[in-house]
C-alpha cells in the first residue's frame, strides 16, 4: 500500500486541484481526502455518469443528476470528514 497509495493520493490531489481551481484550499482538501478515503464509491459514481453520457446526456447534466441520486451517501462522508477535523 505504502508507495502506491501516496502516489495515487498525490495523483488524485493534482487533479481535483487542477479541476476545481476556484474552490477554497479546504474543500479542495476535503474532495481529496473523500475521493481518497472512498475510491470505490467514487468509481461507481464515475461509471453512472459515463453511462448516462452515454445514453446521450451531456457531461454536467449526467454529473448534476448523479450527484443528486448519491446526495445523501456524500453528506454522510463530508460530515464524518469534518467531524475528524475538530
Avoid at 478515503?37 to 446526456?57: C, H, L, R, V, Y
Amino acid at each position: 500500500m505504502g508507495i502506491f497509495s501516496g502516489l495515487k493520493n498525490k495523483a488524485i490531489g493534482a487533479l481535483v486541484r487542477s479541476k476545481m481551481k476556484g474552490l477554497p484550499k479546504d474543500q479542495q482538501d476535503m474532495i481529496i481526502a473523500l475521493v481518497s478515503e472512498n475510491p470505490d464509491f467514487f468509481k461507481k459514481i464515475q461509471s453512472e455518469i459515463e453511462a448516462k453520457k452515454k445514453q446521450g446526456q451531456n457531461e454536467q447534466m449526467a454529473m448534476m443528476q448523479v450527484m443528486r441520486e448519491n446526495q445523501a451517501e456524500i453528506q454522510k462522508m463530508m460530515m464524518a470528514w469534518q467531524s475528524k477535523q475538530k
